[in-house]
T-cell receptor, first 112, second 114 residues
Framework: QQQVKQSPQSLIVQKGGISIINCAYENTAFDYFPWYQQFPGKGPALLIA?????SEKKEGRFTISFNKSAKQFSLHIMDSQPGDSATYFCAASIRGTYKYIFGTGTRLKVLA | SAVISQKPSRDICQRGTSLTIQCQVDSQVTMMFWYRQQPGQSLTLIAT?????????ESGFVIDKFPISRPNLTFSTLTVSNMSPEDSSIYLC???????????FGPGTRLTVT
């Protein structure tokens, strides 16, 4: 119940395309859902986050869609660029703990 | 946000020895966490570093193996004790500012145990 399932494991997208990464969870005690971007040799960087009372949040080219009833959330990267090539992690925080459970990661490659 | 530094950035250690990793933040933060990221894998929370008291460890991690200190609101250390090759990982410090769920990560310490 503490897991966050992430898919796909890897993704190849053409430049200018839309990258979509999905996550699903079971534990209804999760109440904060961030996405992180990690380049090789670097620490994860916070991209965007959402709470379950909001169905969508957009920041620049990055959008989170959240489906509370289905217990699913996804990251959409619009107009994907080669510089977006990185590993992306979704995460979920248990209400009141501030602790994160991370998804397994998606390795994104954007072709020039 | 917060700026986080870790020392060392990488190290190669002999089996059976110990390594202490330092995490320094540029501002006072409420929560500090230590994660492990094995090569090509996701992040796993080791423990929450509590200021002035013992750290809170997650299932599968024990204080004897991963002693943690947090003497003040801007600094913490993680020691990896009696190392084996299975401890080869990236160790990451993260912080959360007061009243927020956002976590900011340091650059990580890449540890190789031979």
């Amino acid at each position: 119940q503490q897991q966050v399932k992430q898919s796909p494991q890897s993704l190849i997208v053409q430049k200018g395309g839309i990258s979509i990464i999905n996550c699903a969870y079971e534990n209804t005690a999760f109440d904060y859902f961030p996405w992180y971007q990690q380049f090789p040799g670097k620490g994860p960087a916070l991209l965007i986050a959402i709470r379950p009372d909001v169905s969508e949040k957009k920041e620049g080219r990055f959008t989170i869609s959240f489906n509370k009833s289905a217990k699913q959330f996804s990251l959409h990267i619009m107009d994907s660029q080669p510089g977006d090539s990185a590993t992306y992690f979704c995460a979920a925080s248990i209400r009141g703990t501030y602790k994160y459970i991370f998804g397994t990661g998606t390795r994104l490659k954007v072709l020039a | 946000s917060a700026v986080i530094s870790q020392k060392p950035s990488r190290d190669i250690c002999q089996r059976g020895t110990s390594l202490t990793i330092q995490c320094q933040v540029d501002s006072q933060v409420t929560m500090m966490f230590w994660y492990r990221q094995q090569p090509g894998q996701s992040l796993t929370l080791i423990a929450t570093a509590n200021q002035g008291s013992e750290a809170t460890y997650e299932s599968g991690f024990v204080i004897d193996k991963f002693p943690i200190s947090r003497p003040n609101l801007t600094f913490s250390t993680l020691t990896v004790s009696n190392m084996s090759p299975e401890d080869s990982s990236i160790y990451l410090c993260s912080v959360s500012l007061a009243g927020t769920y956002e976590q900011y990560f340091g650059p990580g310490t890449r540890l190789t145990v031979t």
